[in-house]
């Protein structure tokens, strides 16, 4: 059954309403959509949402740019309690994180991705259930959908308790990590025991950032600075100011742009493009990679003294093959998480099903182990996973056996992977979890 719940969604596209119908019918009873914002006041008026998915942008607004933060004031002025997920492009983020600090529940960025849109959401009401009191929130959701599990495994908690002496620093953090294993959960956990945690944490994707716009997407430009900056923008750095900067795929910035980040680090301050004038910034510093770090120093890929720079505290999560005692914990909240999010009835776990999960190698790690258990329970009709429910790719294994090294297995995945989809580089990038521009630095880099 749907989740109890009404939610509002404005935006003037009716593509992207549509598309919303479809996501969110198994989530809320009740979904309304209007095409204005102007709408707003007379909606609430008659209807009691328990979220609202609000567009940032509208082609008649009130002031562009920054019609989102308007309605989400006078949505405020209406019922201050209401929770507000902005819709908002990429180019518009900082103005998101304006939002989150004048009283949005969170954002969300197009394009999107359904399951952390329908997550988003569901979190966001979930809150708004408890706080009314109705019977069937889901804030047993919150915690899957947004917390690191630790699991029971001797290798997780020895990482839980150097995260629980380091957290609460301000010390650099560099991840390390086979793909999959929830570098960036890991981060928004660093985060959320910090002292910073009241504040924002901006990740960004350095692998998905291209070279003419690292500066700008970082550092900010003013107006001016190059053709279509029509107005002064503060870049990642700044947007993260008193909280916390979150670099991904760190190992994939070039080269000649290492200096320019180490130069920002060491000074504290950034300069934005077609500007002289440097802005102190406070951040904390978070970085996560899955390649050699030492390595790619010896081969001069990366810079010494960046890399002391930013791993100040290194730690390294073990991958899914390394704490086996957490699969069955996991599949269990993953199974809980995607019947709830599909409305599907509680499943259980055969004891037949648990074994196949306990033999497979996991190479795509938790990511992995989460697509399985997300297939099965979209494709599975009864109140049971067997184990012919549970669809592995048997030649997984035999790659594991064949390979030596993390570099290794990375190069036959994606070449393995480009085969299967016959070169189609956006399925090839969705089945392997990571953007476009990632898998096309991947590619230049082993030479595929």
């Not at 299967?420 to 979890?433: D, H, I, P, R, Y």
Request: hydrophobic share 40%.
């Amino acid at each position: 059954m749907p989740i109890q719940g009404t939610i509002l969604v404005v935006d003037d596209n009716k593509a992207i309403l549509t598309a919303m119908k479809m996501l969110l019918k198994t989530s809320f009873e009740k979904i309304i959509t209007i095409t204005t914002p102007e709408q707003i006041k007379s909606v609430l008026s008659k209807e009691t949402p328990n979220v609202v998915l609000l567009d940032m942008n509208f082609k008649s607004g009130i002031n562009t740019g920054n019609e989102g933060l308007f309605w989400l004031t006078e949505i405020k002025k209406v019922n201050p309690s209401l929770p507000v997920v902005l819709f908002t492009a990429y180019a518009d983020i900082d103005l998101a994180v304006k939002g989150i600090k004048e009283g949005a529940a969170d954002f969300v960025v197009k394009p999107w991705d359904n399951d952390k849109l329908v997550q988003t959401l569901l979190k966001a009401a979930a809150f708004d259930n408890n706080r009314k009191g109705k019977k069937g929130a889901t804030s047993t959701l919150s915690p899957i959908a947004n917390c690191m599990v630790w699991g029971e495994s001797k290798a997780m908690q020895q990482l839980r308790a150097l995260i629980e002496k380091v957290a609460i620093t301000d010390a650099n953090i560099l991840i390390t990590g086979e793909n999959g294993t929830g570098k960036e959960m890991l981060a928004r956990e660093i985060h959320a025991l910090s002292k910073r945690k009241n504040n924002i944490m901006i990740p960004v994707d350095m692998g998905a950032i291209t070279e003419t716009l690292f500066e700008s997407e970082l550092f900010g430009h003013v107006k001016g600075a190059f053709t279509d900056a029509n107005a002064d923008r503060p870049g990642k750095f700044e947007a993260a100011n008193e909280g916390t900067l979150f670099l991904d795929e760190i190992g994939n910035l070039p080269y000649h742009l290492q200096a320019k980040l180490l130069t920002v680090l060491q000074s504290r301050k950034v300069v934005r493009v077609g500007s002289n004038k440097p802005i102190p910034i406070d951040i904390r510093l978070i970085c996560a990679t899955n390649r050699d770090m030492e390595k790619m120093v010896e081969k001069d890929e990366f810079r010494e003294d960046l890399l002391y720079r930013i791993n100040t505290i290194h730690v390294r999560i073990p991958s899914l093959r390394e704490r086996r005692e957490d699969i069955i914990r996991l599949a269990e909240i993953f199974l809980f998480k995607y019947c709830t999010i599909y409305g599907k009835q509680n499943m259980r776990l055969t004891t037949e099903a648990k074994a196949k999960l306990m033999q497979h190698v996991w190479s795509g790690n938790i990511r992995e182990l989460e697509h399985t258990i997300e297939k099965a329970v979209i494709i599975n009709e009864s109140d049971t996973l067997d184990e012919v429910s549970i669809d592995l790719n048997k030649n997984k294994n035999k790659v594991q056996k064949e390979i030596t090294t993390l570099e290794e297995m990375e190069y036959k995945l994606i070449k393995e992977t480009i085969d299967q989809f016959e070169g189609n580089m956006s399925l090839v990038a969705q089945q392997l979890g990571i953007s476009r521009q990632t898998l096309y630095n991947k590619i230049k880099r082993y030479e595929l």
